[in-house]
Antibody
Framework: QVQLVESGGGVVQPGKSLRLSCAAS????????IHWVRQAPGKGLEWVAV????????YYADSVKGRFTLSRDNSKNTLFLQMNSLRAEDTAVYYCAREWTYWYFDLWGRGTLVTVSS | QSALTQPASVSGSPGQSITISCTGTSSDVGSNNFVSWYQQHPGKAPKLMIY???KRPSGVSNRFSGSKTGNTASLTISGLQAEDEADYYCCSFAGSSTWIFGGGTKLTVL
């Protein structure tokens, strides 16, 4: 079954860290760039970051640059989003999404909720 | 960078057509043809409905169509059906390997 499954969300205090995972199955993970997109409660979608298929190129939205770090382990078909110095405004459902034909997102996970609160 | 501008809500009766606009700038929507549209039902992940401004992925109904003029992209849904009720988001490549979404539009089928 072709799918992405996020995990690692939870409640964390401001300033603390959290690591999200995105596990892929049913397709050749190493052939695809993967993005993270988040959605604050009741709000719209916000693009967060992307990592290239081989992990060498990573790009981030200004809102998370310097705090979030992407990595991937193609041998384990898994992607990681290390989130440091978390803020209340980082509270959101975080989705990983497969990049298709360079510009679009054709496969999404179901998301994992991150709540930053004291 | 601010989100692309979409109307907060639109509505239509079954069988009618509606259009959702998505306005950006010459740095995103107006600079390329890499605009896409996503449908999101409550509690679900987004689904790609339109890519490259006007193309439909396999399996998406031909009732969905897209277009673009200048800095504004549009999504039209014809023959509205109850299952079309959802939130819709436009998205554009914004250069420098970044992407930007619209604020989202809630479609209500009356």
């Amino acid at each position: 079954q072709v799918q992405l499954v996020e995990s690692g969300g939870g409640v964390v205090q401001p300033g603390k860290s959290l690591r999200l995972s995105c596990a892929a199955s049913g397709f050749t993970f190493s052939n695809y760039a993967i993005h993270w997109v988040r959605q604050a409660p009741g709000k719209g979608l916000e693009w967060v970051a992307v990592i290239s298929d081989d992990g060498t190129n990573k790009y981030y939205a200004d809102s998370v640059k310097g705090r979030f770090t992407l990595s991937r382990d193609n041998s384990k078909n898994t992607l990681f989003l290390q989130m440091n110095s978390l803020r209340a405004e980082d509270t959101a459902v975080y989705y990983c999404a497969r990049e298709w034909t360079y510009w679009y997102f054709d496969l999404w996970g179901r998301g994992t909720l991150v709540t930053v609160s004291s | 960078q601010s989100a692309l501008t979409q109307p907060a809500s639109v509505s239509g009766s079954p069988g009618q057509s509606i259009t959702i606009s998505c306005t950006g700038t010459s740095s995103d929507v107006g600079s390329n043809n890499f605009v896409s549209w996503y449908q999101q039902h409550p509690g679900k992940a987004p689904k790609l409905m339109i890519y490259e401004g006007s193309k439909r992925p396999s399996g998406v109904s031909n009732r969905f169509s897209g277009s673009k003029t200048g800095n504004t992209a549009s999504l039209t849904i014809s023959g509205l059906q109850a299952e079309d009720e959802a939130d819709y988001y436009c998205c554009s490549f914004a250069g420098s390997s970044t992407w930007i979404f619209g604020g989202g539009t809630k479609l209500t089928v009356l």
